[in-house]
């Protein structure tokens, strides 16, 4: 589609800018009463309401005779009121009805609460009416259809009503109507002056619409065809915009120094130490890191891997490295229980190849804290891992090289930026064991490098998923005692922390009861979010020590609790949480040297289906593509803790190829800029 709308010739960029930036009240028929309601929209200048995008359209093209209408299908109609009256219902409600002819057939329409319509509704009167249609008798009715009074419409106000009608975000006190209105206002009056904010080569390149035409399609589209186009254009420019910041970050980066990664002594004593193989592509992960590192520039890449994909080798070996370089490393987790676990890993596999480990938390001996900052401070101690302890002032390394951070969407900006205080650019590693699809990776972690492992190690059977309904409880109970006896232990996943009046979903703590009282012999223990850190960390060890074997909670246990002994995993109400979601919980089993067992027990309507696929796949990436699908992408797994601004027209389960584009063009703008 041509570009229809060209800026104003002499308006120099400032002034554009003052135009477009003019506030709301200046639209003829927005008052201050009207400037009030819509701030609750976020409507404050013309700007924000040419943004104001609509949320969906109403296809009222093709007006139908009467005697075509088909009950329950929405239609618009063309008539002549043929009587209408005002009727008194009780609690001083009122009924507005009106007959209506075009020559074809009847029309009933009623409004409730419209005082003096039937004025407006005269007899002869034509009327435009837009409703869905039921069948009573032989008589078509509409209840509270949209309509305008033909006399005296214009062209252009008669095709808006009948053509594709946009439909704005409510808010109460002003009407489709009177937003209509606002945005046709702005469109015809403001959007001459939109400052066009892509480069010209790139619109160019891409056969874009301007900004200006591109909106105007967005409000009041011609076709599906054009509107398309339009959003096309507005997801691309916000695309492009991200892409060149980051890019732009990239930059920056490669003009820094860091220590170099090195394959030395220590990386190779830990390699030949190890009782396995590494997998081929925990091997191709390493390489490009390493490789990517070697020069001396900071790394900053994200290390995604499947649950069970073993992303902590694959970091212990980028330790070793950073120590072979002459450097030491932090490495950060959300937890203290996940801490524990990652020294005792860095115990086991780094100490022996002479790599000097320590753990940092806000709960320890003061004598062991001291030693751990001078340790950090003389260089003596090589890898330290913490919480988020590692950002307290009183901690300095002598030649930090590198921050490994695990669970990355744990943690917002301002923290990794807070770790990197000592100066210099230490190499950044991130870990995250949330799968999603390549390229929305890409996108919301785009000043970063990713490395995938898509690879499970050798033996390592994946869990068996059971869809179940509660009237199996009585066999689930015999089956987890006859686990228990065997040595296995027991994860219990409810949706709430306690019992809510008028709720059916199971609730933590009634369930912890119930199942006490089912299960006597067995030692029961329970964690919520509402536990404070210590009540936690008993429960876990417990459950860890095998002092209990069965552990309820609530998805507190999502992530960082590595128990080999657990086998089975029951999660009540699934249809509550999202595939991926489903299938962290479901790999924290099966984690050593049995299979583990993943029992849903979904709740009355409770997607079966859905569950039933789930339980047919473990592949993390596949589960992520097929929970965009399904839900949508939300805050797509931390896209505002990357410092990101939410999208507003751009959607990463449908822009993946467009994504990639707007990466590409703007690394090619910058390059050339």
């Known amino acids: 589609m041509a570009n229809r709308t060209e800026n104003k010739a002499g308006a120099s960029e400032k002034a554009r800018q003052d135009k477009i930036d003019s506030p709301i009240s200046e639209l003829k028929g927005i008052g201050p009463r009207r ?25 009222r093209r093709g007006r139908k005779n009467i005697s075509a209408l088909v009950p329950g299908s929405p239609a618009v109609v063309r008539a002549s009121v043929r009587g209408a009256e005002t009727k008194m219902l009780s609690g001083g409600r009122r009924i507005t009805t009106c007959l209506l002819s075009d020559g074809t057939g009847e029309l009933r329409a009623a409004w409730f609460n419209r005082r003096r319509l039937e004025k407006t509704l005269a007899d002869g009167a034509a009327l435009l009416l837009y409703g869905t249609p039921l069948l009573r008798g032989d008589v078509f009715e509409m209840t509270e259809p949209e309509f305008a009074v033909c006399r005296g419409l214009g062209e252009q106000e008669e095709s808006s009503f009948c053509g594709i009608v946009p439909i704005y975000p409510a808010v109460e006190g002003i009407t489709q109507k009177t937003l209509r209105s606002a945005a046709r206002r702005a469109v015809e009056e403001y959007l001459p002056f939109m400052p066009e ?28 065809e054009s509107w398309k186009e339009a959003r096309r254009r507005l997801a691309y420019e916000e695309l492009f915009k991200l892409h060149l910041l980051l890019a732009e970050r990239r930059r920056e980066r490669e003009g820094c120094r860091a220590f170099p990664l090195v394959k030395g002594a ?29 020069s001396g520039a900071p790394i900053s890449r994200l290390l995604q891997g499947d649950v069970g994909s073993g992303k902590t080798l694959v970091a212990a070996a980028f330790a070793a490295c950073v120590c072979d370089g002459g450097a030491q490393c932090a490495l950060m987790a959300p937890t203290e229980t996940l801490v524990e676990q990652l020294h005792a890993q860095a115990l086991k596999y780094l100490a022996p190849a002479g790599v000097a480990c320590a753990m940092l938390k806000s709960k320890m ?40 951070i695990d669970e990355q969407q744990r943690f917002g900006v301002r923290q990794r930026a807070r770790l990197l205080k000592d100066g210099g650019r230490p190499h950044l590693l991130m870990m995250s064991a949330t799968p999603i699809p390549r390229t929305m990776a890409q996108t919301l972690c785009g000043d970063m490098d990713i490395s995938v492992i898509d690879e499970k190690p050798a033996g390592r059977v994946p869990p068996a998923t059971r869809v179940i309904d509660v009237a199996a409880l009585p066999k689930l109970l015999r089956f ?59 429960a876990i060890a417990s459950f860890r020590d095998g002092k209990s074997q069965l552990l309820v909670g609530t998805t507190v246990l999502e992530v960082g609790v590595d128990v080999p002994e657990a086998t089975v995993i029951v999660i009540e109400s699934p249809e509550r949480y999202g595939l ?57 797994a931390g896209l505002a803790q990357h410092g990101l601004a939410n999208f507003k027209i751009a959607d990463l389960r449908k822009d993946f190829s467009l994504a990639e584009e707007a990466r590409n063009d703007a690394e090619e703008y910058l390059k050339n800029k």
């Open 266 to 294: 220590r990386f190779d004593a830990f390699v030949s130490a190890l009782p396995f193989s590494l997998t081929s592509s925990q091997k191709k992960a390493l390489d490009e890191i390493i490789n990517d590192g070697a």
């Open 580 to 636: 991926s979601q489903l299938h962290q919980l479901r790999g924290r089993v099966g984690r050593g040297a049995r299979r583990g067992v993943c029992v849903l027990i979904a709740g009355s309507g409770g997607e079966t289906e859905r569950l039933r696929a789930f339980a047919a796949t473990d592949d993390g990436f596949a589960i992520a593509r097929a929970d965009l699908e399904q839900r949508g992408e939300g805050e797509l």
């Open 197 to 224: 904010e892509l480069p010209r080569s790139v619109v160019r390149k891409n056969s874009l619409l301007s900004a200006a035409d591109a909106l105007r399609e967005m409000h009041f589209p011609q076709s599906p």
């Open 480 to 538: 987890l005692a006859e686990e228990i006896a065997h040595g296995g232990r027991v994860y219990w996943i409810c949706p709430r922390v306690e019992e809510d009046e008028g709720s059916t979903l199971p609730a933590a703590e009634q369930r912890f009861e119930w199942l006490k009282k089912k299960l006597p012999p067995i030692k029961i223990s329970l964690i919520h979010g509402r536990m404070d850190a210590e009540q936690k960390d008993a």
């Open 365 to 404: 001996p003061a004598r062991a804290r001291r030693e751990t900052l001078a340790g950090a401070a003389d260089g003596s101690i090589d890898v330290i891992t913490g919480t988020q302890a590692l950002l307290s002032d009183e901690l300095r390394f002598k030649n930090l090289g590198a921050v490994i």
């Open 35 to 59: 400037c009030t309601l819509f701030e609750k929209l976020g409507v404050r200048s013309v700007r924000d309401l040419l943004f104001l995008l609509p949320r969906r359209y109403e296809d």
